[in-house]
Nanobody, 130 residues
């Protein structure tokens, strides 16, 4: 499984960016996918996740400003970021669970911003100026 992020860049506070994550080599329907952010030397922070039932979860710091969506026909995951703040500046990466939707039928699995998803991309940098 390979993931490639794009869409990062510079924005003014209050502006918007949309990140894309192109996923290739996927031969199954993953249970959980998400966006995370991590600067060098800092802890990883979960930003937003979506499970195979369409349930989304967001970090408190981005709730109401960011949305996560997917286009299954294009195998692409998106993160729409609105009303950006300087503290949103970071390296954003997408990640996919190795567990399948079938493995997790019946609610036996958890998909959230603190999930540890096994496949991840290298990230795209977002820089927000005040």
């Amino acid at each position: 499984v390979q993931l490639a992020e794009s869409g990062g860049g510079s924005a003014q506070a209050g502006g918007s960016l949309r990140l894309s994550c192109a996923i290739s080599g996927l031969t199954y329907r993953p249970y959980c996918m998400g966006w995370f952010r991590q600067a060098p030397g800092k802890w990883r922070e979960g930003v937003a996740t979506v499970d195979s039932n369409g349930i989304t979860r967001f970090a408190a710091s981005v709730k109401g400003r960011f949305t996560i969506s997917q286009d299954t026909s294009k195998n692409t995951l998106y993160l729409q970021m609105n009303n950006l703040k300087p503290e949103d500046s970071d390296n954003y990466f997408c990640a996919v669970d190795q567990a399948t939707a079938e493995d997790c039928a019946g609610g036996v699995c958890y998909c959230g911003i603190d999930s540890d998803l096994q496949f991840r991309g290298r990230g795209t940098v977002v820089s927000v100026s005040s």
